[in-house]
């Protein structure tokens, strides 16, 4: 197959499923990996995608590779956030043993959690004195503390998450696709909140409708298998049945 053939071979994939792997495009286009990478760096540097570690996304995926403080974070979409979040915590019953992921929207559960009979483990350390405060029972898992998003992460933190066994767990996510799946530009969180939906019984993420079509760096959960929770069904989503749309 010549090269322009295969250029226009990998275009086409990209504009149905939104990101590709090199894996992937490797078995479509029957060539090896080497072959794959030269194109896919060429058709970067030709400005007709973004290339991303493993593959390639979209041009209208956007790629952050970089976290938001949380000082930044809470300003935006400050409605949609709370509306989500109150939703959220109506999903929670009394005597639950619940996992609350760091967070702004997370964060905007925890006003909605004062009156319930809950035990609230998390890796927040500004979730855990506000509950605490509230007189809500909270357990802080112990580890290294990030600064930009105040999240508790590392090793010590993820052999803590395994003993636990959650009825429920409302993370945060930067970015949502169906291909990529949910994603976070840092490794360490991606790993602590990968670990801690793995101890649910029934997860969800919060996130409001400009998270869908962002990447970050880090996938830590498929988009299969978890429900989220959002403000507007967003376009290409509607035969989705996983999201749920609190207006």
């Known amino acids: 197959m010549l090269t322009e053939q295969r250029y226009e071979q990998i275009l086409k994939l990209l504009e149905k499923e939104g990101s590709i792997t090199v894996t992937e495009v490797k078995e479509l286009l029957d060539t090896s990996e080497s072959t794959v990478r030269r194109d896919i760096t060429a058709l970067h540097n030709a400005g007709k995608l ?6 390639a996304v979209a041009l209208d995926h956007v790629v952050t590779p970089q976290e938001p ?12 956030k709370r509306q989500i979040a109150e939703y959220a915590a109506r999903l929670i019953g009394q ?6 992921d760091a967070g702004t929207t997370t964060g905007y559960m925890l006003e909605f959690l004062r009156d319930k009979d809950v035990i609230v483990v998390t890796n927040a ?3 855990a004195q506000q509950l605490a405060k509230s007189g ?49 530009p840092d490794a360490s969180e991606a790993m602590v909140k990968k670990i801690a939906m793995e101890q649910c019984q029934e997860k969800y993420v919060l996130c409001d409708e400009s998270k ?6 880090v ?13 507007q069904m967003p376009e290409g989503y509607r035969d989705c049945g996983n999201i749920i749309v609190i207006s």
């Open 50 to 55: 973004v290339k991303v570690f493993g593959g």
């Open 69 to 80: 403080t949380v000082a930044q974070k809470i300003t935006v979409h400050v409605s949609e």
């Open 95 to 100: 005597g639950e043993f619940i996992y609350l």
């Open 125 to 127: 350390v500004a979730h």
């Open 136 to 184: 809500v029972k909270v357990r802080l898992i112990g580890g290294e503390l990030k600064s930009s998003t105040e999240a508790v992460v590392g090793s010590e933190a993820m052999e803590t998450i395994r003993k636990y066994h959650f009825t429920k767990g409302f993370f945060g996510t930067n970015g949502v696709t169906k291909k990529t799946g949910f994603t976070t």
């Open 212 to 217: 869908f079509g962002e990447v970050s760096s």
């Open 219 to 231: 996938t830590f959960a498929p988009f299969a298998g978890t429900k989220i929770v959002t403000d």
